[in-house]
């Protein structure tokens, strides 16, 4: 088998923490259940790009369980957990000399050019081919197929441009090796059947590509099915923001004054959380609604030119770039803390903080750095402005991603087995498979339904089963 993982040794550990996840996501133990004999992904050959965590890990034994032959990459560099990472690699029953898991392509802290050679190699299959179904969380692979297969058709790659991101020029190298004449990402184009999109930033970047007539396979976006972004965009953040600040710098949050950038469903678990602490929370927004619902849950809501002299907490929520500016963090006070926890880093303008002049960076531990400026006042960014809940500790807790995943399953098999029903287009699940997740988690929290009468449905018109909402209801 081909992988790269930072250390099989750690697999026994990993296994161990995948047991105990597996009690915590009851959705995609059920799933596994119900599909033990039809194996609805039997001849799915998926490529997943999504945080090589403990309760991926679940997820991606959910697939193979079901049929699917799986290849695997983290979407973020720093998001990798090794011990889960080399447990799948070993898979359940197997030992790290008898190797019969999946080919795991991820370690924590991956340069960019390892990243990319990462989400490469988990895109070819061994056979010669390529996946075809992507599964994906911020559309990272998503991205390279299109571009590749943008690419192969002009008959070239472009050259990346003095001012473009970092990031983009090593796309653009990794391209350039690729695009060949084989025709390689045009045929792995041709071949997916569609995407399933984990995350609010993914889904934004197929709709540009749905509008631009240049999505060259189905998606089903899972960020907005009602039991993903609902619950582990807001109750996973709301668990996870302290997680990380807590692993990373362990100040006391309690008195504190905490910027929260963005009240989207991310923004709201985070103030809530900080809130929950002690701090005492401000939030910055865009939108008059998220303002006003802001304002009424009680935070004062202003912008952070207003505050960020006198803040001690920043957490940038939005999915949209340039929130914290280099010059934003020269004003900051010493040792104010500067994070995100949105997917991408240009949240905040860290290539603009490491051009000011007498700026010097110093690691404290892992993910945890002070850039000190010239007058001698310092500030701490976690994560080098990525996501900091995956990067300085281990994201989301299991029983919030059970919800996730299983719609990640069942999109995977509405894409794989009802192809025809899904020309080019971004979807959603429908509302009674939203349902259906949220059932599957009731009985874990003993939470006991009450059913409607047949004369109470036909009242309110719905079905004694279901669905209980219009489409476009909003929770
Ligand atoms: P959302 O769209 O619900 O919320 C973003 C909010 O930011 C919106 O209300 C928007 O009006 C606001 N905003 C945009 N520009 C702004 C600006 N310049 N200043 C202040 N506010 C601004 O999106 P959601 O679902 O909350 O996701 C946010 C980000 O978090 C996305 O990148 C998403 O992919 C990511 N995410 C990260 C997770 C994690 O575990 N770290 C989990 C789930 C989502």
Not at 425 to 436: A, F, W
Not at 454 to 467: C, F, L, S, T
Request: net charge negative; with cysteine; charged share 25%.
């Amino acid at each position: 088998m081909d992988y790269k993982v930072a250390d099989l040794s750690l697999a026994a550990f990993g296994r161990r923490e995948i047991q105990l996840a597996e009690h915590e996501m009851p959705g995609l133990m059920a799933v596994r259940r119900e599909y033990a004999e039809s194996k609805p992904l039997r001849g799915a050959k998926i490529m997943g790009s999504l945080h090589m965590t403990i309760q991926t890990a679940v997820l991606i034994e959910t697939l193979v369980e079901l049929g699917a032959d799986v290849r695997w990459v983290s979407c973020n560099i720093f998001s990798t957990q090794d011990h889960a990472a080399a447990a799948v690699v070993v898979g359940p029953g197997g030992t790290p000399d008898d190797l019969r898991g999946v080919p795991v392509f991820a370690w924590k802290g991956e340069t960019l050019e390892e990243y990319w050679w990462c989400t490469d190699q988990a895109l070819a299959w061994p056979d010669g081919t390529g996946p075809n179904m992507i599964l994906d969380d911020g559309g990272d692979a998503t991205l390279l197929v299109h571009k590749g297969a943008e690419y192969e058709k002009a008959g070239a790659v472009p050259s990346a441009s003095e001012d473009d991101p970092e990031e983009w020029k090593v796309i653009l190298d990794l391209l350039r090796r690729t695009v060949d004449g084989s025709g390689r990402w045009t045929k792995t184009a041709e071949r997916i059947k569609g995407v399933t999109e984990e995350t609010t930033t993914g889904v934004h970047r197929l709709y540009e590509m749905a509008k631009a007539g240049t999505l060259a396979f189905p998606a089903i976006n899972v960020n907005d099915s009602v039991t993903k972004s609902k619950f582990d965009n807001k109750y996973g953040c709301r668990h996870s923001v302290i997680d990380g600040l807590n692993r990373a710098t362990d100040v006391l949050i309690g008195g504190k004054v905490a910027v929260v950038c963005g009240y989207g469903d991310v923004g709201k678990g985070c103030s809530d959380a900080l809130r929950g602490q002690g701090a005492r929370v401000i939030v910055t927004e865009i939108d008059p609604i998220c303002a006003l619902q802001a304002a009424m849950d009680g935070f004062q809501v202003t912008t952070l030119d207003d505050v960020v002299e006198t803040a001690d907490i920043f957490v940038t929520t939005t999915g949209n770039f340039n929130i914290i500016t280099a010059d934003h963090m020269a004003r900051m006070k010493h040792q104010a803390i500067v994070s995100n926890i949105g997917h991408f880093d240009n949240e905040i303008d860290m290539a603009g903080l490491a051009k000011i002049p007498g700026i010097k960076k110093e690691e404290v531990k892992p993910q945890v750095h002070t850039w000190t400026f010239e007058d001698g006042h310092s500030i701490i960014v976690l994560a080098e402005g990525r996501l900091m809940n995956l990067g300085c500790a281990t994201g989301h807790p299991s029983f919030v991603m059970s919800n996730s995943f299983t719609n990640q399953v069942i999109a995977q098999i509405e894409l794989f087995t009802k192809t025809e029903n899904y020309p080019v287009g971004v979807y959603t699940l429908p509302k009674h498979l939203d349902e259906k997740v949220a059932r599957l988690h009731l009985d874990a929290l003993g939470v006991k339904l009450t059913t409607l009468t047949k004369e109470q449905a036909a009242y309110i018109g719905v079905d004694v089963e279901g669905p209980y909402k219009s489409d476009h209801y909003r929770y």
